[in-house]
């Protein structure tokens, strides 16, 4: 399967969840490539930590940009498990060129004002990959970097399951420091020496839904 991560707004986790997946499946003995498709680099940067704090990344990592990663992507699809893509918070060349040789597409946002303000633009672009795809591309959102508690979540929530060209995942991936200290490492949240289990089964509810169709129970 080739999961791509995408966002026209930087800052919403997208690139922490892109290696986190391919650091769990890998861990799963799947045969992973990680694609690196944005500018900013983050997830070479955080395999090059991984294999000094691993000495193994569990992964192959390469870097892609601009029209190529479709045909790039596309010629290696036969020798991996799973492709994961981590393309740039905006739009680009390189995310429009993951979004049409994906299987799977998730797209997180942050449960603020400001961040669903750039839905339109989402769909939008969605609407123009799909119209050009011979079969359609499953589409998903979900909250990122979601509060523990707030009224925020739920209003969110709420407007994102209304939007038909995406289809909205319960499965809120929150805030937690766990997370982000792990990335500074090249871990996953599922490494190391002190594991959050809420965050763990935050991201594996996620992970199932999108890979098996596991319908689990939701977190509130």
């Known amino acids: 399967m080739v999961i791509s991560f995408n966002s ?11 290696t986190t997946m391919a650091g769990w499946l890998a861990s799963q003995g799947k045969d992973v490539l990680l694609v690196d498709g944005d500018d900013q680099e983050t997830s070479s940067d955080f395999t090059a930590w991984r ?11 390469v870097n892609m940009t601009g029209a190529n990663l479709r045909k790039q992507v596309e010629a290696m699809k036969p020798k991996y498990d799973h492709i994961i893509i981590d393309t740039g ?27 669903l303000w750039t839905i339109t ?8 990959i ?17 509060d523990i508690r707030s009224a925020d979540n739920r209003d969110v929530a709420e407007a994102l399951s209304q ?15 766990a997370i982000s200290n792990a990335a500074g490492l090249g871990l996953t949240p599922f490494e190391g ?28």
């Open 193 to 220: 020496e002190s594991i959050d289990t809420k965050a763990t089964k935050e991201i594996e509810d996620l992970f199932n839904r999108v890979l098996n169709g596991n319908h689990v129970t939701a977190t509130a």
């Open 89 to 115: 918070g905006r739009d680009t060349t390189s995310q429009r060129a993951a979004l049409s040789v994906a299987d799977v597409s998730m797209i997180p946002f942050v449960p603020r004002s400001f961040d």
């Open 51 to 61: 294999e000094q704090t691993l000495g193994n990344t569990g992964y192959t990592l």
């Open 130 to 146: 799909q119209s050009i795809r011979a079969e359609p591309l499953i589409a998903y959102t979900f909250l990122s970097r979601a």
């Open 8 to 18: 026209i707004k930087g800052g919403v986790g997208k690139s922490t969840l892109a």
């Open 121 to 128: 633009k989402v769909t939008d672009l969605i609407d123009e």
């Open 163 to 177: 939007i038909s060209q995406l289809t909205y995942l319960p499965y809120p991936i929150s805030n937690r420091k």
